[in-house]
């Protein structure tokens, strides 16, 4: 459906314009000095030429058809503009123009105009507000840029027309093109859920880069962004971060940024790359573009200089790399051919005073051996280094088809030999820490592919149960009770049918079957007040903990049984429930929370009374399958203690990953769930049960 925004074969500017000052003219000019093969008409209300060419006076006049229209008039005259686009029969148009959603009130009616005008007439809007597209393969600048790129297969989108300008002008000096080259701007119709499912399936692409300040439809997003990734790689930089960055972009764009734990949870689930900046957005591409597959973590590091390599070590090891083992071979040729003074380990330093030699020793040895995945080349500028001849070097490496990263540290001295890499398409990198982080996502983005084809089943829940779980929740919804806690039809009864298993427990007893409750469940217990309309029952005492026999569970009655008394809750006063007391386990928080843009965010880390000090978690959007559960586990920072720490039993992970699968079909299973916490689940290497917990509904 966009084919005519990126390969029209003709094209109309509406505000074109003979006067060189104005932005009519530039547009105008752009698409026909950079090699546009198609008809290009100018239209302005006031008719005159633009070089030898005739100016319409109105779109209509034009004899033959018209595939794109590139608007560029005030603000006020595009929604009639539209209308005459209409009558045409022009299916497709680029508003460039300012002065809508991003200037207030007034400006998102106009837009409101236009997107009325465009769906009565059936057409696609790109912008307004935006920078406009460009082509190489069609040789097509539909755009006020200064410049246009040299053909490659990557592609970008941008919702900064600002952003574009720097993108262009960074990659004409570092030998980057693209491929299509599109401004957003304040996406009325158009947005970068159209470009990335255009761009998934084209040709002309290989890899695409973003910049986004907000996302409109998050889950078609994740479904798009999933589905590009699954065969190029996709790098995005979202910002908006924080509180202030989102109330900048407000102002910018029109729009407000959303979450961004939920954002950053949804971008790199479905297989994107974050970039945190516009030169981390550089750096990726570079790596991306140049470089083949990385089929493991496994990096060399070959320096001239301890420091750098040092560096390198400390970056690797605060990543998902890791240094590679060298094969006994390896160990051994190097041992035998550096200076005693070198280190033949990894990192391996070849000494100040090498020459090309020793980097070439180096550099074939660590690229045939097995344990090795990729490899990070750094280069200081001493009395003895061969610029340049290095650089010829570590091209011809590329014959062994492993993903090199190059780190030519200084200033002019290194020029000419990081100008010959990034001219033969070896990715070169000012610092060290890049160098790494580029090899780190490279990883990542092949890691995804390899795990993205792994089939997993799918959680079920017997009908019948769901029905059940339904009544619970419209029993709560239908009384207005916001949160669902204990008693019968409870938070605990829900969990359990989604497969969480829960605390042995008994509801709403009376004094008279205490003990036989009791001694079904198992000391020690718990027992909290079920008094009605009670809902901070520790802050009142109706809660007693390490019950241990009888004539301590009676105590307990009646002490819970007075404090809720004197705190004036009568109704029901006399009336308690009582859970099994588990004292054995690590304590675990697993959590939910609805995102009305993306879905449900699944939460997990380490839980109890610390759980808010922590904030030791891990984050997916629902669904969550089994071994996207077991990943999610092994990310938090506290992973090694559920693995058996120090002689510990490990816990069962398995049964925790059952746990948060369930969680995520529930929310998934029922849309009125505004939020849930379980805090504590208490794991060991036997069992996993839920201690406490709550389901917040949406009413």
């Not at 070849?350 to 074939?364: I, K, N, S």
Request: net charge neutral.
């Amino acid at each position: 459906m966009l084919h005519n925004f990126f390969s029209p074969k003709s094209i109309a500017v509406i505000g074109a314009s003979h006067n060189k000052e104005k932005l009519g003219f530039l547009v105008y000019e752009n698409i026909r000095k950079y090699g546009f093969k198609g008809d290009l008409y100018g239209v302005n209300i006031k008719g005159g030429q633009i070089g030898t060419k005739k100016l319409y006076k109105n779109v209509g006049d034009i004899e033959g058809e018209v595939d794109l229209a590139v608007v560029v008039v005030p603000a006020v005259a595009v929604p009639g503009v539209i209308q005459g686009l209409g009558k045409k029969g022009i299916g497709s148009a680029i508003i460039i123009s300012s002065g809508f959603s991003e200037t207030g009130t007034k400006g998102r009616e106009l837009e409101e105009n236009i997107v009325r005008e465009a769906e009565i007439h059936g057409i696609r809007i790109l912008g307004p507000n935006c920078l406009g597209i460009i082509d190489s393969w069609s040789k097509m600048n539909a755009s006020f840029a200064e410049s246009m790129p040299d053909k490659m297969n990557i592609s970008f989108f941008s919702q900064s027309g600002a952003i574009c300008t720097a993108i262009l002008d960074w990659a004409n000096d570092n030998e980057i093109g693209f491929s299509r080259f599109i401004s957003l701007g304040n996406k009325i119709d158009i947005d970068e859920n159209d470009i990335l499912a255009f761009l998934a399936q084209d040709d002309k692409t290989d890899i695409v880069l973003s910049y986004l300040e907000s996302i409109k439809d998050g889950m078609r997003f994740m479904v798009n962004t999933e589905r590009i990734s699954r065969v190029k790689p996709f790098v995005i930089v979202k910002s908006g971060k924080t509180a202030r960055g989102a109330k900048a972009i407000s102002s910018h764009t029109g729009n407000i940024a959303g979450s961004d734990v939920v954002i950053d949870t949804a971008i790199r689930q479905s297989g994107a790359i974050r970039a945190d900046s516009i030169e981390d957005l550089f750096d990726y591409a570079k790596i991306f573009a140049f470089s083949p597959e990385m089929k493991g973590c496994h990096v060399a590091v070959i320096s001239n200089a301890g420091g750098p390599a040092v560096m390198l070590a400390d970056s690797v090891g605060k990543s998902k790399l890791k240094l590679a083992k060298f094969s006994e071979k390896t160990s051994r040729i190097l041992e035998e051919g550096l200076p005693k003074e070198a280190s033949f380990h990894n990192p391996v330093d070849v000494m100040g005073d090498a020459r090309v030699d020793r980097y070439e020793l180096a550099l074939e040895l660590t690229l045939k051996d097995e344990n090795v995945d990729g490899v990070v080349v750094v280069l200081t500028p001493q009395v003895m280094t061969e610029i340049v001849d290095t650089a010829k070097l570590i091209i011809d490496m590329k014959k062994h088809g492993k993903p090199i990263a190059v780190c030519f540290m200084g200033g002019e001295r290194v020029e000419k030999g990081r100008k010959l890499l990034e001219e033969k398409e070896i990715p070169s990198y000012d610092f060290p820490e890049r160098a790494a982080r580029s090899l780190e996502v490279l990883y990542e983005y092949h890691d995804f592919k390899k795990r993205a084809e792994i089939k997993d089943s799918k959680f079920v829940v017997d009908f019948q149960e769901k029905e059940k779980v339904a009544d619970i929740i419209k029993k709560n919804k239908g009384e207005r009770t916001k949160t669902i806690i204990g008693g019968k039809g409870s938070a605990f009864d829900i969990f359990e049918t989604y497969g969480i298993k829960t605390v042995k427990r008994a509801y709403d007893v009376g004094l008279e079957g205490l003990k036989a409750k009791a001694d079904k469940i198992g000391y020690p217990v718990v027992l909290k007040t079920a008094a009605k309309d009670v809902l901070h029952k520790t802050d009142i005492g109706g809660v007693v903990t390490g019950i241990k026999n009888e004539s301590e569970l009676q105590k307990a009655y009646f002490q819970v049984r007075d404090k809720v008394r004197e705190a004036k809750f009568h109704d029901n006063s006399e009336r308690v429930d009582i859970y099994k007391q588990e004292n054995f386990g690590i304590e675990i928080f697993l959590g939910a929370k609805k995102d009305s843009n993306f879905g449900p965010l699944i939460v997990f880390g380490i839980g109890g009374i610390y759980v808010e000090v922590l904030k030791d978690f891990a984050y997916r959007i629902a669904p969550v399958s089994h071994v996207e559960a077991l990943k999610m586990i092994s990310e938090i920072k506290s992973a090694k203690i559920l693995q058996g720490f120090r002689g510990e039993p490990k816990c069962d992970l398995d049964k925790v990953a059952d746990s948060i699968v369930g969680l995520s079909q529930l929310m998934l299973d029922f849309p009125e769930i505004k939020a849930i916490d379980i805090n504590p689940l208490k794991v060991t290497d036997k069992k996993c049960v839920a201690v406490d917990g709550k389901i917040i509904l949406d009413l």
